[in-house]
């Protein structure tokens, strides 16, 4: 033996005992497993039924919030939910406490019901490592096949414009899904600033001038269309900058304006079928158009488009509050929001701002969530019901001892779980992993004379 070595001679007494601990080690991890799975349940159920829509972006956000788990660890938590919900067999492995989260986790990126069978097995089979590398080399059969589907999709894109006899313009075309999304939602927006206004005054009698009827969705989508190639010629094909889309327009009773201190004297204009508090909200950080009127309604000035919330402010309130401030949600774009709302004579500085992303703006507007600045700068936010919505929540109560508590919630599951539950059927041989993608993936090339055995190689 080199003289560096620890000179620790392993008497038969120690070997014993550190199996012992190994034992329950492996014991101790079967049961979490087997918890975690139970976890995961929870998740879907409480995901599915929208139990995290209280005020968060997402069931992943909620968690983060609610669990304290980094973000990357929570999506992944709520994907993995979800994709156990169509693969019952891996749902029950873990369950079981046959196949630990770290396997099930990997699997499920690539697990479909018609593979998952052949999957388990490999997690059964291998070492957590090896069925890393094993849906590595699934995905990279997958994403091939997937390449070859976008770029088939991609390279038949097409509009196609002709003229027919009478002079009209024929448009016909194949447009990527994502692309098409984006048209219709366009066309869409258009559409609604084009009759948004007929409808709010409800739908026009009946008249014997055909012309004077509503148009159909049919002239109507073409209506649209027209208008979208007039504004982005307008705006020199520019899509612009994110903080330009609103603009309010202010209407100041011209006596009430020669008394600063008067409340009350800015009312903003009302979109058509958009409530006050809608409006509220996009007025916050928006472009700006002050009119003043004459006690007759009489415009007498119009003063030139200014934000509601300057661009230095703006700045400074973006390297301030980073981004959202509504508990667990930190997303970066976001909207400056006025606690005191300008319009109801609150000022536009630092200490009345704060950051929301659109959702929670949305929230602290239209939802009735309360958002209020204490004394020493801490924001606080209150659910619609009046109860505070703590940065981060109490930890509930753990058992002192939680093997116990778990062992005892197993068995009386029925669930037998030893050091030996999670143990893989790898004897040690070397993983051969261009053999066991080719005899496993659906898609790949089978090599030939390969065994056609399930169970390959590890
Ligand atoms: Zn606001
Ligand atoms: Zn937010």
């Known amino acids: 033996m080199p003289s560096h070595m620890p000179a620790i001679v392993p008497t038969p007494n120690s070997v014993a005992e550190l199996d012992r601990l190994g034992d329950q080690i492996a014991e101790l991890s079967a049961h979490l497993e087997a918890a975690t799975a139970r976890l995961l349940t929870l998740i879907r159920d409480f995901d599915a039924r929208g139990g995290w829509n209280s005020g968060f972006r997402s069931c992943a956000h909620w968690l983060s919030w609610r669990v304290g788990l980094d973000p990357g660890a929570a999506r992944e938590r709520v994907r993995v939910a979800r994709a156990l919900g169509t693969l019952p067999l891996l749902a029950a492995a873990l369950a079981r406490g046959e196949l630990s989260y770290a396997k099930v986790r990997a699997l499920t990126r690539v697990a479909t019901p018609e593979t998952e069978a052949r999957l388990l097995g490999v997690g059964r089979a291998g070492t957590a490592a090896h069925v890393e590398r094993i849906v590595r080399g699934w995905r990279r ?15 038949g894109r097409a509009l196609h414009i002709s003229q027919d006899e009478d002079g009209m313009m024929v448009l016909r075309g194949r447009l990527e899904p994502e692309v098409g999304a984006l048209v219709m939602r366009a066309l869409e927006a258009a559409r609604d600033t084009l009759y948004r206004k007929e409808r709010a005054a409800g739908a026009p009698a009946a008249t014997a001038d055909p012309a004077a009827d509503r148009p159909t969705r049919a002239q109507q989508q073409a209506d649209a269309l027209a208008l979208l190639a ?14 330009e889309r609103y603009q309010v327009v202010v209407h100041v009773d011209a006596a009430a304006l020669a008394d600063a201190d008067e409340p009350g004297q800015c009312v903003l204009e009302e979109g058509e079928g958009v409530s006050a508090e809608t409006s509220r909200r996009l007025a916050c950080d928006a472009g700006r158009v002050v009119m003043r009127h004459e006690p007759d309604g009489r415009v ?3 003063g030139a488009r200014t934000r509601t919330i300057p661009p230095a402010l703006r700045r400074a309130l973006q390297h301030r509050d980073r981004g959202c401030r509504f508990p667990g949600c930190g997303v970066r774009v ?3 929001h006025h606690l005191h709302h300008w319009a109801q004579g609150g000022p536009t500085t630092l200490s009345n701002l704060a950051l929301l992303c659109r959702r929670h703006h949305r929230a602290v507007h239209e939802e009735g969530y309360g958002m209020e600045r204490q004394p020493d700068g801490v924001l606080r936010f209150r659910r619609p019901d009046g109860r505070l919505l703590p940065d981060v929540p109490p930890l509930p109560a ?8 778990l062992r005892v919630r197993h068995e009386a599951l029925g669930l037998r779980l030893h050091p030996r539950t999670a143990c893989p059927g790898w004897l040690g041989e070397r993983l051969d992993l261009g053999w066991a993608i080719d005899v496993l993936h659906p898609l790949a090339t089978r090599a030939v004379g390969s065994s056609p055995s399930p169970a390959p190689a590890m």
């Open 230 to 243: 007039e504004s982005a010629l307008h705006h020199g094909l520019d899509p612009g900058a994110p903080g």
């Open 334 to 336: 976001a909207e400056g």
């Open 141 to 155: 059969v997958d994403r091939k096949a997937e390449a070859r589907e976008s770029a088939r999709r991609h390279a």
């Open 300 to 302: 007498v000035e119009i």
């Open 398 to 405: 753990v058992p002192a001892d939680p093997v116990h508590a």
